[in-house]
């Protein structure tokens, strides 16, 4: 590597030489030709290339060149780094998720919502938060950073609404599911007993009580609660973050944004209180 | 083991029967899809008499005035004040006017961003206190008679504890007043969640949004069953007209100002301060003591919404001696809407109105069916503008529905308590 990097600087040394050795000599030109633009333009190139090469020889010395190069390794390794985080970020997410999807719904009895398996959403979350959320959270640097800051606040605030809203329609689909176990066992008692009805509306009465029976017994159950909050929680993060990114794209626009409207909103709405509670006292002092 | 017998042919034989019925239901019920529909509602003719932001004040002007004291109707913020009008012969507005009452209905519009800093006070002491003061200067009179609709209920309450030398009968209906109670999804999840973050988020508490929370209450006959029940009745034009009216105003839902939905969220639901006397509007306390008026409290058996654990209080702790409870076998809408209330609910405030009516008889007699007195009032809200002044549309014949709403439940008077007696379930 140190033996390329030399080489190369020794070609470069060499060819930029050799343009500047090919320049017409200026060293004797009268006061009239130096007011000449190209004149000025073929100084200002012979000064450029003198700082090339003063800057090329000095790379090429064998202490500062070490440097350049142990600079230039630690790129790919952060580079690496970071990469090598997110794939096992990967894999351990993959394998939680295998072994989680086995579990789903094993543990799950009839009209009780208290061992419904979570630990699947629970999983997703810890991953996301341990090995991706991290990423969202670099450090922004530069003019640009509150805006790069809101895009990836958005994406990250996006990615947890989502978790939660996953998680709320799994637990919502639940009661579908354990009434279609309670259903099947009840058609199979009908069997035993003989007792078939030949009218479909019956079985489809008896579903519908068995549904509304799980329903009404999640729907009361502190887990759903919760879930339901976590989920209105997660969707006001998500809509204040995605309205600081509409702000800032609209902002550049000549139109208001419902940031300014909402302002003008409340000073208009503090005068109107203003006006009418004047009013009145001049009604009642009239 | 026995293998039991399945009879196979009797199953395929129902299937084929189901299958031909079902065909038969599909060629009507397109017929009925496509031709005409009546599903018009709130067709009573009424007047705008007053008009501030997006409220509007309706009129509605019976034929003869046979009693005195004009009634004010305050709906909920939620869903729209046309429940009580919803068609030809499910109307209480219709049952008032054909009693002499006069009437007019708070129609809160339809909140916009604008309106997002909007809270309870400006409600009760802003918009209802400028309408009170219009209908008392129409009309001559220091007092009049007022009913609030569940959370309208509510704020007439607070507008009667807060003004009670202005109301001279207060009838509450469906009005949730206590809210330490689980008896009830709403009161759960209200409590036990930040759902009024979303009123701010969304600039205002969107009403999609809430009635998808009301659907969650019961998902299994709200999302599925109502609509599959639909499916079996839509060859009955009669059934597809009610079904289709009732979807329409079930839907119909404005939304609800942001800071007006999160006072009510954290100072009602979260810290019960009504029943408790503590709450404030614009640092006024709302005593409930001060409430000394008449007063009649209906609420329903099966309501879901607002149980009666909610609204029973409320007599107890008022100053008022002169109250009733009225407990009624029906839900949150059925109590409107429901052909048995029809007969039982509107006609008893009527008799309730009449007989607290003082000297009013002579004087309705005497009085013109329109109050044509100039006045303050058009000082102390905007007078409607002619363009402004909506004559409804003639009412229209009632359609021959036999179907009831959804949620109604055959009502009948379940439990009359009178102050000093407890009524029966309550704690």
Redesign the interface.
């Given at each position: 590597m140190a033996s390329l990097f030399s080489a190369w600087t020794k070609s470069s040394m060499d060819f930029w030489g050799n343009i500047a050795k090919m320049q017409p000599d200026t060293s004797g030109t009268s006061e009239k030709a130096r007011k000449n633009p190209a004149y000025k333009a073929q100084k200002t190139w012979e000064s450029g290339n003198k700082i090339l090469m003063s800057l090329l020889s000095t790379l090429s010395e064998p202490k500062n060149m070490n440097t350049v190069l142990k600079g230039m390794d630690s790129l790919p390794e952060f580079m690496m780094q970071m990469a090598q985080q997110s794939w096992d970020g990967y894999l351990e997410m993959q394998k939680r998720w295998a072994d989680q999807a086995t579990k789903m719904g094993r543990h799950t009895e009839a009209y009780n919502f208290e061992g419904i398996d979570q630990n699947v959403f629970k999983t997703w979350n810890e991953i996301y938060e341990k090995e991706f959320q991290k990423f969202l959270n670099v450090p922004q640097l530069g003019l640009n950073r509150f805006h790069q800051e809101r895009i990836t606040q958005f994406t990250d605030k996006f990615n947890l609404f989502q978790a939660a809203l996953s998680e709320f329609l799994y637990m919502f689909y639940i009661p579908v599911e354990k009434s279609s176990a309670v259903m099947q066992e009840k058609v199979e008692e009908l069997i035993e007993k003989g007792d078939i009805h030949d009218n479909f509306k019956d079985y489809y009465n008896m579903w519908i009580k068995i549904l509304e029976g799980h329903y009404m017994t999640l729907l009361k159950s502190p887990e759903y609660t919760q879930v339901m909050n976590k989920t209105v929680e997660a969707l006001v993060q998500y809509r204040k973050a995605k309205d600081e990114v509409m702000y800032d794209v609209l902002e550049k626009l000549p139109i208001p944004t419902n940031k300014d409207m909402d302002e003008l909103y409340k000073d208009f709405y503090l005068l109107k209180k203003k006006v009418r509670e004047l009013s009145k006292k001049l009604e009642e002092r009239i | 083991m026995s293998q039991?017998?399945?009879?196979v042919d009797?199953?395929l034989?129902?299937?084929a029967e189901?299958t031909e019925k079902a065909k038969s239901r599909a060629q009507k019920a397109s017929e009925v899809l496509l031709s005409p529909l009546e599903t018009d509602m709130a067709t009573t003719p009424y007047e705008i008499v007053y008009e501030e932001d997006r409220v509007k004040l309706k009129y509605y002007k019976p034929a003869e005035v046979k009693q005195k004291y004009p009634l004010l109707v305050v709906y909920a913020l939620i869903n729209r004040e046309t429940m009580l009008d919803l068609q030809p012969g499910r109307s209480v507005v219709q049952t008032f006017l054909d009693n002499g009452i006069e009437v007019y209905m708070v129609d809160w519009g339809y909140p916009t961003?604008?309106d997002?800093?909007?809270t309870i006070d400006?409600h009760v002491n802003?918009y209802m206190d400028s309408i009170v003061d219009l209908i008392r200067n129409r009309h001559d009179l220091p007092k009049i008679n007022l009913m609030g609709i569940c959370m309208g209920g509510a704020f007439c309450v607070m507008y009667s504890a807060l003004h009670s030398e202005k109301i001279k009968n207060l009838v509450t209906t469906v009005t949730p007043t206590n809210f330490d109670t689980d008896k009830g999804?709403l009161h759960?999840?209200m409590k036990?969640?930040?759902?009024y973050?979303?009123g701010?988020?969304?600039?205002n508490m969107p009403g999609d949004m809430m009635n998808l929370g009301f659907l969650?209450?019961?998902?299994?006959?709200l999302i599925?069953?109502k609509y599959?029940g639909f499916f079996e009745n839509m060859d009955n034009k009669a059934f597809v007209e009610n079904f289709i009216r009732m979807e329409k105003w079930i839907f119909d839902s404005p939304d609800v100002p942001a800071a007006t939905f999160r006072q009510f969220i954290t100072d009602c639901y979260k810290k019960n301060l009504l029943i408790q006397s503590k709450m404030e509007l614009d640092g006024k306390r709302v005593d409930l003591k001060n409430i000394t008026m008449p007063l009649l409290n209906f609420y329903g058996l099966y309501d879901h919404l607002v149980p009666p654990e909610a609204c029973e209080l409320l007599t107890r702790e008022v100053g008022s001696t002169d109250t009733e409870d009225i407990c009624m076998k029906t839900g949150h809408i059925g109590i409107y809407v429901s052909s048995k209330c029809q007969k039982e609910f509107a006609p008893k405030i009527v008799q309730w109105l009449k007989e607290r009516e003082g000297d009013g008889e002579s004087a309705a007699a005497e009085k013109p069916a329109s109050p044509e007195s100039a006045s303050?009032s058009r000082?102390a809200g905007k007078p409607a503008s002619d363009e402004n002044k909506k004559d409804a549309k003639e009412s229209k014949p009632a359609s021959s529905g036999k179907q009831d709403a959804k949620e109604s439940k055959p009502a009948s008077v379940g439990k009359k308590d009178v102050k000093e007696s407890k009524p029966a379930s309550s704690k």
């Open positions: - | 039991p017998k399945i009879a009797l199953i034989q129902k299937l189901s961003r604008k997002q800093y909007v400006d802003g999804l759960i999840w036990q969640t930040d759902a973050l979303m701010k988020s969304y600039g969650l209450l019961n998902p299994a006959r599925l069953d599959v303050k000082e």
